[in-house]
């Protein structure tokens, strides 16, 4: 399945992260099943009109999220994304709740500290 792509160079976002969001996506929504093998940097850099190196920071970022996962001279491939989001969202908000009892927020400061970061996350 080829991996279908596009790069808008006008876009504010750079290249890399255009490469690393189009991927998350695709993989969250299951358009890029998990074990979903993924062309080689080179390859993906080619058919894009991109640096290798681009495509290798996008690589490095998505390995980070969880997203994908380099097996060696196998190839890379599409990791189980929504457990390691999930786990890595869960640490974060524990992290967070144990900061905001420490700093002596209420229950109820801390979570309009939340309701607000996400509207402002989210807002398009």
């Given at each position: 399945?080829?991996?279908?792509?596009?790069?808008?160079p006008?876009?504010?976002?750079?290249?890399?992260?255009?490469?690393?969001?189009?991927?998350?996506?695709?993989?969250?929504?299951?358009?890029?099943?998990?074990?979903?093998?993924?062309?080689?940097?080179?390859?993906?850099?080619?058919?894009?009109?991109?640096?290798?190196?681009?495509?290798?920071?996008?690589?490095?970022?998505?390995?980070?999220?969880?997203v994908?996962?380099?097996?060696?001279?196998?190839?890379?491939?599409?990791?189980?994304?929504?457990?390691?989001?999930?786990?890595?969202?869960?640490?974060?908000?524990?992290?967070?709740?144990?900061?905001?009892?420490?700093?002596?927020?209420?229950?109820?400061?801390?979570?309009?500290?939340?309701?607000?970061?996400?509207?402002?996350?989210?807002?398009?």
């Amino acid at each position: 399945m080829p991996l279908q792509l596009s790069i808008d160079p006008t876009a504010a976002e750079a290249p890399y992260e255009q490469i690393r969001a189009q991927i998350a996506a695709r993989a969250r929504d299951g358009a890029l099943p998990v074990g979903c093998r993924l062309p080689t940097v080179r390859r993906l850099a080619e058919d894009l009109g991109l640096a290798a190196n681009t495509v290798a920071k996008a690589y490095r970022a998505l390995e980070g999220d969880g997203v994908i996962e380099t097996r060696g001279r196998n190839g890379t491939f599409v990791a189980a994304a929504r457990d390691a989001a999930a786990r890595e969202v869960s640490e974060a908000a524990q992290t967070f709740a144990g900061r905001a009892r420490r700093l002596g927020l209420s229950r109820e400061e801390a979570q309009a500290a939340v309701g607000e970061a996400l509207r402002a996350a989210y807002t398009d």
